[in-house]
């Protein structure tokens, strides 16, 4: 299956079962292979904004004369989907490739096809491993993720030393220390209500959800220091609100607490970091920030270099916004 991509072979991974390894050297952002999508279709916000053959974002698209309901950029898309639909393609899978909490490898997309580069030097013999999860979280909740989705538990280095759990769990510094069970009750605490504002969302307003995120930040501040992941998470879903309900400052005050962690917690080349750079950029562009603006959508750009490749069309109208200004 793989033996005409040079470079990667598949092979029996002990414990994992199939896989695929390098059997050359792969620097930080190389790309490892490309394969196209056996299927693929736009969510239904999406649709009318890309082309459904070659998902490029354009204004003006033609609708489908047949089914009235798709969208291209011309007929030549139109006919070479339907086209697409009898193809057989026999290029590596992405579903090859297993599981690490220390990824060696990203996949990312440029259109319909699914892109593999390294996020860390490979060599010979090295596997090609992925996140198939959020590695922002502990050992406990990742695997619990795994266990529930995957139906298997992670045995990678990390899972098995913990070496960032103090970090991702971190308390706040008082003067008399916070007993263990404290700690354990909250920890409870963050979960049940993580799991309570997921359910919420579909039905309390705004600013009820806002105010969840307060009162949950409160609570949880007493114990967590800023740095925890549970407090991370409501800050993220706080930011989230406050750019729904148009409020940019308060968006800007809890991503600038969420990124000075993320680029401590997540592994280099994570695209939640590069979102959130984006994200705050643009926000600070907005506010006519432009140099701090300027700053952080360049280091999105940096990440999304190594991740995505030099020429994606992502890099390409993102170095357009940046020299706007």
């Known amino acids: ?28 952002g190389e790309l490892l292979f490309s394969t196209p999508a056996h299927s693929y279709v736009l969510s239904v916000k999406e649709r009318g904004c890309y082309c459904e053959f070659c998902f490029t974002r354009k204004e003006g698209l033609a609708r489908c004369g047949k089914c009235k309901k798709a969208f291209y950029c011309n007929a030549k898309c139109q006919d070479f989907n339907l086209y697409l639909s009898f193809l057989f393609l026999s290029l590596p899978s992405v579903a ?16 319909t096809s699914a892109e593999i580069r390294a996020v860390k030097n490979m060599q010979p013999g090295d596997e090609v491993l992925i996140s198939y999860i959020d590695l922002l979280y502990p050992t406990d909740d ?22 960032k759990d103090k970090a991702k769990l971190k308390a706040r510094k008082r003067s008399d220390p916070i007993e263990p069970e404290v700690i354990s009750s909250m920890v409870r605490y963050a979960r049940k209500t993580i799991r309570e504002f997921r359910a919420f969302k579909q ?16 609570e949880m501040g007493a114990v967590f220091d800023d740095a925890n992941v549970y407090m991370l998470h409501m800050m993220y879903q706080a930011m989230g609100v406050c750019l ?6 308060g ?33 600070y562009m907005g506010m006519e920030r432009y140099s701090v603006g300027v700053t952080a959508l360049k280091k999105a750009m940096a990440i999304m270099e190594v991740a995505h490749g030099k020429n994606h069309s992502y890099l390409t109208e993102l170095r357009k916004e940046i020299t706007k200004k």
């Open 1 to 28: 299956m793989t033996g005409s991509i040079a470079g990667i072979e598949r092979f029996d991974s002990p414990g994992k079962g199939r896989g695929l390894r390098v059997t050359k050297p792969f620097k930080t």
């Open 96 to 111: 090859l490739i297993n599981h690490s909490c220390l990824p060696s490898v990203i996949v990312t997309y440029n259109g």
């Open 142 to 163: 990742r695997n619990n993720r795994l266990r529930e989705s995957y139906y298997f538990s992670c045995d990678c280095q990390e899972c098995k030393t913990k070496s």
């Open 203 to 218: 039905i309390k307003t705004p600013s009820e959800l806002l105010e969840m995120c307060e009162q949950s930040l409160d």
């Open 244 to 249: 729904y309900m148009e409020d940019p400052e």
């Open 251 to 283: 968006a800007i005050r809890y991503g600038e607490k969420i990124l000075k962690h993320y680029c401590k917690l997540y592994p280099p080349y994570s695209l939640n970091v590069s979102s959130m750079y984006l994200k705050l950029g643009r926000l």
